[in-house]
Nanobody
Framework: QLQLVESGGGLVQPGGSLRLSCVASGLTSDGYGIGWFRQAPGKEREWVSCLSGKHGSIYYEDSVKGRFTFSRDIANNTAYLQMTSLKPEDTGVYYC??????????????????WGQGTQVTVSS
């Protein structure tokens, strides 16, 4: 059974850095898109970044461009989100998700097939 497990969250001061990991187990193919989302308290889950399984392109939401970096270790079925220059507005639960059906890079959470349980990121002084 396919499972996603995120880790790496924590409490960090503004301007600090964190690296989130998303480990996928139970995968039977390499064709999938990966997305990162976050959900702040009282707000809807929003798209942060994604990697297209079709052509490997990576996309970022405007507010994280230049600060967040998406990478992937294919051999270990692990995706990473390196977050730098963190701001209080980056606070939230961060989720990774897989798009198996289209292996694309959708920005809509309804188009993802599998989700992790999330990891909390808190940016505060």
């Amino acid at each position: 059974q396919l499972q996603l497990v995120e880790s790496g969250g924590g409490l960090v001061q503004p301007g600090g850095s964190l690296r989130l990991s998303c480990v996928a187990s139970g995968l039977t193919s390499d064709g999938y898109g990966i997305g990162w989302f976050r959900q702040a308290p009282g707000k809807e889950r929003e798209w942060v970044s994604c990697l297209s399984g079709k052509h490997g392109s990576i996309y970022y939401e405007d507010s994280v461009k230049g600060r967040f970096t998406f990478s992937r270790d294919i051999a270990n079925n692990t995706a990473y989100l390196q977050m730098t220059s963190l701001k209080p507005e980056d606070t939230g639960v961060y989720y990774c998700a897989l798009d198996l059906a289209e292996a694309a890079c959708p920005r809509f959470l309804e188009l993802y097939d599998y989700w992790g349980q999330g990891t909390q990121v808190t940016v505060s002084s």
